[in-house]
């Protein structure tokens, strides 16, 4: 656009105003012969500035080529935001609400009357506050594929936080709307000796182990199964190459060994947004309660909550 | 092409701006609901798993 041509005043003379140029213009007086000239001047100037406009508009073949690429660039950007917040908020929501579901479908179908309050050994001098021994954890059965069977709670990754954990770890488990967190097949269950390892996205897709670098020993990672709670507590972290399956032994990192302890295992790719490594967290168990008996002091609010 | 698509659009400016406004919703709708999901399972870009399981 061309300042000059378009202020149909520019060209007026000085000492008249605007106004009286444009009145003047259709009066045939002497003195506003230049004027009448003047004011059809813009109308003549016009059709330059018309045919620069047919040319900046014309369709060249580079510029259209210059739109598409811009367009492909912004597409891009917009997928990564797509894929790394809203599709992942979207999912993690789905994901909670999900697990939250099947938490509540259990506890509603177990038993009403709470089982016998366990004996506590008294003769035991209790430092620290005795926790009720259930006997040994209930191992549950080996569920069908991409089947949620446990709901796992995590305190710091948030009070809200619980993910169904289903079995096998294709992406029909851990990219799906629903369940979120896939259970190694090969790997033992929860409660039982050796190693519970499942894995979960650090982003997108519901980010399931999002801040899986924030535990601090002796967390508490909880499970929840149709039978029970599981209460392990986070030990040590390790970052492996993503070859490395060791790290589901069922004792970690040592495949001939015999397993003794109850591990879980928490697999997830590092650093964040990519998927260079792998990031491992371990835990122990530490006791088991049946869903009966109600939920460990620190995950009944946490329970409660998302009734 | 955007140009040739501004001169096609009807109507006074804001109208204009309402259609183009009305018209970029509509494209961002149709990726995040069809598009970007589908491009999501063919990049594959997120893995988690030991093993390549």
């Known amino acids: ?208 182990m999002h801040l899986i670098n924030e535990l601090q020993l002796g967390d508490a990672i909880y499970v929840q199964t149709a039978d029970g709670y599981y209460t392990y507590r986070y030990r040590d972290t390790e970052y492996v190459a993503p070859s490395q399956v060791q790290v589901l032994a069922s004792v970690p990192n040592n495949p001939v060994g015999t397993a003794v302890d109850r591990i879980i295992t928490l697999t997830s790719c590092n650093p964040l947004y990519s998927t260079a490594e792998r990031i491992i967290a371990y835990g122990v168990l530490e006791s088991w309660q049946p869903l009966s008996a109600g939920a460990p002091a620190e995950l009944a609010p946490i329970i409660a909550a998302q009734g | 092409m955007y140009a040739a698509l501004w001169r096609v659009l009807p109507g006074p400016i804001w109208v204009r701006i309402i259609l183009v406004v009305i018209l970029v919703l509509a494209v961002l709708a149709v990726l995040a609901t069809w598009v970007y999901p589908w491009i999501d399972g063919i990049l594959n870009s997120q893995e988690a798993t030991v093993g390549g399981a």
């Open chain 1, 1 to 208: 656009m061309c300042p000059q041509s378009d202020d149909p005043t520019a060209s007026v003379p000085d000492g008249l105003e605007p106004a009286e140029a444009h009145s003047d213009s259709y009066v045939t007086t002497e003195p506003s012969e230049t004027v009448v000239i003047d004011a059809v001047a813009p109308e003549l100037t016009s059709r330059p500035r018309r045919r620069r406009r047919t040319q900046s508009g014309q369709v060249t073949v580079v510029g259209v080529l210059g739109e598409l690429l811009i367009t492909a660039g912004a597409l891009v950007l917009l997928f990564l935001g797509w894929q790394l917040w809203w599709n992942d908020m979207m999912m993690a929501n789905a994901q909670s609400d999900a697990a939250s579901q099947i938490s509540q479908d259990w506890i509603a179908a177990a038993p009403t009357t709470p089982e016998p309050e366990p004996i506590v050994d008294s003769t035991q001098p209790s430092a620290a506050p005795v926790l009720a021994d259930y006997g040994a954890p209930v191992v549950g059965a080996v569920p069908a594929n991409a089947t949620a069977f446990a709901v796992l709670y995590v305190p710091r990754f948030g009070a809200d936080y619980h993910r169904s954990i289903a079995e096998g770890t294709g992406h029909d488990v851990l990219n799906s709307n629903r369940l979120g967190i896939g259970h190694y097949a090969e790997t033992q269950m929860p409660g039982e000796v050796g190693n519970f390892a499942v894995a979960a996205h650090r982003s997108a897709f519901g980010g399931a």
